[in-house]
């Protein structure tokens, strides 16, 4: 990596969970529930970067790939149907090619009123030991091809199976992006330090992330809506004293297997009727966090 | 530093996959599957029989369940053993009992060494489908084209030659294959193979070949051995996939529930309980159709052609 290493990232100050500005979510309500589906591609066969393996089988991983793959035949429509359903839109982490590869997917999200957010090119290529030049081009690239495949313009990023180098957040709000969902370290947006521009940390979730939850912690479908489930109760509960900030960040091949999707609608189900939800994309939730905060970024 | 400036390209960037292996098509558009008497979710269960021997290889891999200790794991070998000689014969009379008909993917080595065994499936009418020679079968690129041709002969042969009948099937050990694996299979007479998890349906590889795809995640390994929940949980969970299947099969047509179980798995005296009582809860919903894997890619194929 280029230069010196830092032992804090130095992206943010400390804030303690007590004592804040009070954030009232629009309606009144105590906590902005977004939900982000990962739409993305994964290369059967990539080019190998030196910092970290694509597959860790030989290439064709069939499971590895086919599994992934099942989301763009079958999983994605069965867990966007779900959403729709309760009221829940999507903000999604694209990788970009799926843009080209299966139009279908993505033009199924747009038609959905779903905003669209980079997880680059494809995941399957990392930002590991990219220079300045090359990193520009995957954020020129991400704008470029979701501007040219839904007319949106893109206002967040998730990095590229979470790879990063140290500059990649100054150089998504240089290009005016106006979020990461990189940063794991609080439950309400937060300003984040960059060199221009503005930038808000928008609470994504490792913790209650399906992958997380079904291949990290174990979890049964049913435990998993669970999980959810309690999330939400105490988040709501502490958002009354200042709005707090719940992602569910999903990926089709996890959540929208048979066995899944079931016990997972039930969850959106419940957190509709509750009536402490906004539920919002994540565009919307830094818009309402910036009016009330006058972030000056 | 910077990276390879080929790793900012992407020749394979374009409309579809970017291998050639299969087209896309999104399951929920595709014409309705049509099932025999009007059933809407087929049941496929399929039980992996298989025999790991004590001196295992690691090339291309070390099969998932095989040997763990140093030589001679008598531990692993005769655990898996036990689920050959008693787990596997519950596992017969839970179909029995049930009135189920089901695959049983077989190395060529348990024809070869345990033919009761494969006479005793074939009386009781379920397909068997090819399972690699053994548990040191496996496939993966780096084996040469030339042994992996000869390592599927071999276990078509053998089963063919204990059965009477030639294998339509190929399940992949760990459902791994090199490049050359569809094409091989092809080559050898197979109709279909099991190993791609992407659909819950058939559908046909551009060689021809069809994927009747076993969903991984729905397997009792994953659910039982890696994910380490009980025998219970899992039957919850089929049920769960079973009945919004079901509830699919109103709008989209007929669906498919894939049950991959292992005799030294599920058939444990305190887990097969469990997975008597799910057999019974699903023959007891309406439209479910348990039937092999060869007679749902049938049953597929007329209603393509319907």
């Keep these: 990596?280029?230069?010196?290493?830092?032992?804090?990232?130095?992206?943010?100050?400390?804030?303690?969970?007590?004592?804040?500005?009070?954030?009232?979510?629009?309606?009144g309500k105590t906590v902005a529930v977004w939900v982000a589906p990962n739409l993305e591609y994964y290369e059967i066969d990539p080019p190998a970067n030196p910092f970290r393996k694509s597959w860790t089988k030989p290439h064709p991983d069939v499971v590895g790939y086919s599994h992934r793959d099942h989301s763009n035949r079958v999983s994605h429509w069965r867990m966007a149907e779900a959403m729709s359903k309760h009221g829940f839109p999507g903000s999604v982490s694209l990788s970009v090619a799926l843009c080209q590869h299966h139009p279908e997917v993505v033009e199924d999200g747009a038609k959905r009123g779903w905003e669209f957010f980079s997880h680059g090119i494809y995941n399957t290529r990392y930002t590991y030991g990219m220079d300045e030049a090359q990193e520009r081009a995957i954020i020129e690239d991400?704008?470029?091809?979701?501007?040219?495949?839904?007319?949106?313009?893109?206002?967040?990023?998730?990095?590229?199976?979470?790879?990063?180098?140290?500059?990649?957040?100054?150089?998504?709000?240089?290009?005016?992006?106006?979020?990461?969902?990189?940063?794991?370290?609080?439950?309400?947006?937060?300003?984040?330090?960059?060199?221009?521009?503005?930038?808000?940390?928008?609470?994504?979730?490792?913790?209650?992330?399906?992958?997380?939850?079904?291949?990290?912690?174990?979890?049964?479908?049913?435990?998993?809506?669970?999980?959810?489930?309690?999330?939400?109760?105490?988040?709501?509960?502490?958002?009354?004293?200042?709005?707090?900030?719940?992602?569910i960040p999903l990926h089709a091949y996890l959540i929208g297997q048979p066995h899944r999707v079931g016990p997972f609608e039930r969850v959106l189900e419940h957190i509709a009727r509750d009536g402490r939800a906004w539920i919002a994309r994540a565009g919307e939730i830094v818009d309402a966090w910036r009016l009330q905060t006058g972030d000056a970024g | 530093?910077?990276?390879?400036?080929?790793?900012?390209?992407?020749?394979?960037?374009?409309?579809?996959?970017?291998?050639?292996?299969?087209?896309?098509?999104?399951?929920?558009?595709?014409?309705?599957?049509?099932?025999?008497?009007?059933?809407?979710?087929?049941?496929?269960?399929?039980?992996?029989?298989?025999?790991?021997?004590?001196?295992?290889?690691?090339?291309?891999?070390?099969?998932?369940?095989?040997?763990?200790?140093?030589?001679?794991?008598?531990?692993?070998?005769?655990?898996?053993?036990?689920?050959?000689?008693?787990?596997?014969?519950?596992?017969?009379?839970?179909?029995?009992?049930?009135?189920?008909t089901v695959s049983v993917a077989a190395n060529g080595a348990i024809a070869e060494r345990y033919p009761q065994i494969i006479a005793d499936i074939g009386a009781a009418g379920h397909e068997i489908i090819a399972h690699s020679t053994d548990m040191n079968g496996t496939i993966a690129s780096g084996l040469a084209e030339a042994d992996e041709r000869a390592l599927?002969?071999?276990?078509?042969?053998?089963?063919?030659?204990?059965?009477?009948v030639r294998p339509r099937g190929w399940l992949s050990i760990a459902r791994s294959q090199s490049w050359n694996t569809p094409n091989l299979l092809k080559e050898a007479g197979f109709t279909y193979c099991c190993d791609w998890v992407n659909d819950e349906l058939p559908y046909r590889f551009n060689n021809g070949l069809i994927n009747l795809p076993l969903n991984h995640e729905l397997s009792d390994r994953q659910i039982?051995?890696?994910?380490?929940?009980?025998?219970?949980?899992?039957?919850?969970?089929?049920?769960?996939?079973?009945?919004?299947?079901?509830?699919?099969?109103?709008?989209?047509?007929?669906?498919?529930?894939?049950?991959?179980v292992t005799p030294y798995i599920m058939a444990l005296p305190y887990r097969i309980g469990a997975f008597e009582t799910l057999l019974g809860a699903l023959a007891a919903r309406p439209g479910a159709w348990f039937a092999p894997g060869g007679a749902i890619v049938d049953a597929w194929l007329k209603s393509e052609a319907g």
Excluded at chain 1, 202 to 223: K, Q, T
Excluded at chain 2, 232 to 259: C, H, I, N, V
Aim: glycine letters at 8%.
């Design chain 1, 1 to 27: 990596m280029d230069g010196a290493r830092k032992a804090d990232p130095e992206l943010y100050d400390f804030q303690a969970y007590r004592g804040r500005p009070k954030i009232v979510w629009p309606g």
């Design chain 1, 142 to 247: 991400s704008i470029r091809t979701v501007a040219a495949a839904t007319g949106q313009k893109i206002r967040g990023w998730l990095a590229p199976a979470l790879t990063h180098t140290p500059r990649t957040l100054d150089l998504i709000a240089e290009y005016g992006l106006d979020y990461t969902c990189d940063l794991y370290h609080d439950d309400q947006v937060q300003a984040v330090k960059v060199k221009s521009g503005k930038l808000a940390s928008i609470p994504y979730s490792l913790e209650v992330n399906d992958h997380y939850g079904f291949f990290i912690y174990n979890m049964s479908p049913r435990a998993y809506a669970d999980t959810l489930l309690r999330q939400f109760d105490r988040l709501a509960a502490e958002g009354a004293a200042s709005g707090t900030v719940m992602c």
């Design chain 2, 1 to 100: 530093m910077s990276l390879d400036p080929t790793y900012l390209e992407y020749p394979k960037r374009r409309r579809g996959y970017d291998h050639d292996l299969y087209p896309w098509s999104a399951l929920r558009d595709r014409k309705p599957v049509r099932w025999p008497d009007g059933k809407t979710v087929a049941i496929w269960v399929c039980v992996d029989l298989e025999w790991f021997p004590l001196d295992p290889a690691d090339k291309p891999f070390r099969a998932p369940g095989h040997m763990q200790t140093p030589y001679p794991d008598y531990r692993h070998y005769t655990a898996r053993e036990y689920g050959t000689r008693v787990g596997f014969y519950r596992l017969l009379d839970a179909f029995a009992k049930a009135g189920v």
């Design chain 2, 152 to 164: 599927i002969a071999k276990t078509a042969q053998t089963l063919e030659k204990a059965t009477g």
């Design chain 2, 224 to 260: 039982i051995t890696v994910q380490q929940q009980s025998a219970d949980s899992y039957g919850e969970q089929m049920l769960d996939a079973f009945d919004w299947l079901a509830g699919e099969a109103k709008t989209y047509g007929g669906r498919m529930l894939p049950l991959n």
